[in-house]
């Protein structure tokens, strides 16, 4: 159960719920895994592993394949071929983070009845959830920062809070692998700072966060591992070792290639 916020200079600070004890367990696996769209490779023959309790940046050049990746572990796009495993089983206690792009922001909706849907799982379509879900949806929306709008309608948030919005949505999922793609795109520098706080305090509970980003100096001082994905890894592991100038090169000039012959 997420417990309570302290304020420290009016900034609310997170502790969420304690890391249950398979969370530092539950890694996730890419077996040779291949998808495509109708008109396109989506990425071909990755293999790897973001290994149990790590965080880890996907990076590449724009149609590289990252949010792809991401819908393919989340199990909404499926895979041509290959498996991926996480934990025991495959598609194991997740909780994605879409691009806000893909998401509906007039649906008539408040804030704290989107923050509830985190945990929809306890209480289904038909019942009424209970008092704990209700003091986790008061608990998440102070982490995230948005106590004083819980009754607003999410139609008239900014993008920053309709994020932190979205953030305290997966706090109220506790799942073990946490993905996010783009989760800092066009919000302003407190709400990124907010939100990253968010990000490496989930990793230290233990579970597995990957995120789809664009900025390279951030990732180099908050991401400890990186992927390099160009519709294939051209490099995984240490962010220093991965993110190189011939890498990157190398990543930019793959995707060109493909782009040459079509494929892209």
Not at 216 to 234: G, K, M, S, Y
Request: net charge negative.
């Amino acid at each position: 159960m997420l417990e309570a916020a302290s304020h420290l200079g009016g900034r609310s600070e997170l502790q969420t719920p304690s890391a249950r004890p398979w969370h530092k367990e539950v890694g996730v696996e890419l077996d040779h895994i291949s998808a495509a769209y109708a008109d396109r490779v989506a990425f071909a023959g990755l293999s790897g592993s973001f290994a149990a309790a790590s965080l880890t940046a996907v990076v590449g050049p724009n149609g590289a394949g990252k949010s792809s990746l991401l819908k393919a572990i989340a199990g909404t796009l499926p895979l041509q071929s290959g498996k991926i495993v996480c934990g025991s089983r495959q598609h194991y206690d997740l909780a994605y983070l879409p691009q806000q792009a893909e998401l509906n922001q007039s649906f008539p909706i408040e804030v704290r009845e989107l923050i509830t849907l985190g945990a929809w799982r306890s209480f289904g379509h038909y019942r009424r959830p209970s008092d704990e879900v209700f003091e986790r949806v008061a608990h998440a929306a102070t982490a995230a920062g948005l106590e004083n709008v819980l009754k607003r309608p999410v139609e008239e948030l900014s993008v920053g809070e309709l994020q932190r919005a979205l953030f305290a949505r997966l706090l109220l999922q506790d799942a073990a692998v946490i993905l996010l793609d783009e989760p800092f795109a066009a919000v302003d520098e407190r709400t990124t700072e907010d939100l990253m706080d968010l990000v490496r305090r989930l990793h230290e509970e233990g579970r597995t966060v990957i995120a789809v980003l664009h900025d390279l100096d951030q990732v180099r001082d908050n991401f400890p591992t990186t992927l390099l994905l160009a519709r294939t890894c051209i490099a995984w592991g240490e962010t220093a070792s991965v993110l190189t100038t011939d890498n990157l090169t190398r990543a930019r000039k793959t995707l060109q290639e493909l782009s040459d012959r079509g494929l892209a």
